[in-house]
DNA sequence: TTGACATGCAACCATATGGTTGCCTATTAT
DNA sequence: ATAATAGGCAACCATATGGTTGCATGTCAA
């Protein structure tokens, strides 16, 4: 079995939805919950949701797993933490010298 | 004059497009370029780049100055970063007793 | 001063996205 | 056995999104 790669892509367009985020926040607050306790309380159809939860499983996001008639799902949050090391974390190196560096660079345009 | 903050739904929706992903990549290597510069070697048309810009600019990932007739467009660090304290952080806690705990609450169900 | 350059604005278009409804299948409990 | 429960599948729909073309405006240089 070869293993299946989701881009960073995807995991970025995952997350893009409020909706999916809720989703994942409510996995984050107590995990393996079936896919009718995911839907309580939310104003979506059960397909609704079966949508948003394909696209991060997709996204590699979620783990499920049959058990009887239920579906567990679990959080996975390497994709996030993946997220975070290579792509957030450069970005942040110039955080302090973003605005002087503005500056520096404003005053070299006038001269 | 009271400052606009832009929602994380905002930020996380920006950076969900690789373009859009790709213009603050530029803007990283090099902050303070024109529109034209960051047209420069893209497979769109200069309006397009322009939409996406509004787009990082309204989520306050760049900030612009006209000088002259040019428009210059400098990386914001600043929501990147508090999408990594406020959002990636949490999830990267139980990064380790994710395993863990699915062998757990499996055992659990099986009881 | 006038042409070239840098950008802005608006209409338009195809496809992606988030959601719905309707129906079907599999499992569990009475 | 059979009804209720948990979930799957597919068609459909409205709107959002990412892109285009065409034209207008402001600024700089010869």
Same mark, same amino acid.
């Given at each position: %079995?070869v293993?299946?790669?989701?881009? %960073?892509?995807e ?8 909706s999916?985020?809720?989703?994942l926040?409510?996995?984050h607050a107590r995990?393996?919950?079936?896919l ?7 104003? %979506? ?17 979620v ?5 009887g008639?239920e579906?567990?799902h679990y959080?996975?949050p390497?994709?996030i933490?993946?997220?975070g ?7 942040e ?6 605005l002087?560096?503005?500056k ?7 001269e």
């Amino acid at each position: %079995m070869v293993a299946y790669y989701p881009t %960073m892509d995807e995991v970025f367009r995952a997350l893009a939805d409020a909706s999916r985020r809720a989703l994942l926040d409510r996995l984050h607050a107590r995990n393996g919950q079936t896919l009718s306790e995911l839907c309580d309380g939310l104003a %979506m159809t059960r397909q609704a949701v079966t949508k948003h939860l394909g696209i991060l499983e997709a996204a590699n996001l979620v783990t499920t797993l049959r058990h009887g008639r239920e579906k567990l799902h679990y959080l996975n949050p390497v994709p996030i933490h993946q997220i975070g090391e290579r792509w957030i974390r450069k970005f942040e190196r110039n955080k302090l010298t973003a605005l002087s560096e503005l500056k520096r660079q404003l005053e070299k345009r006038d001269e």
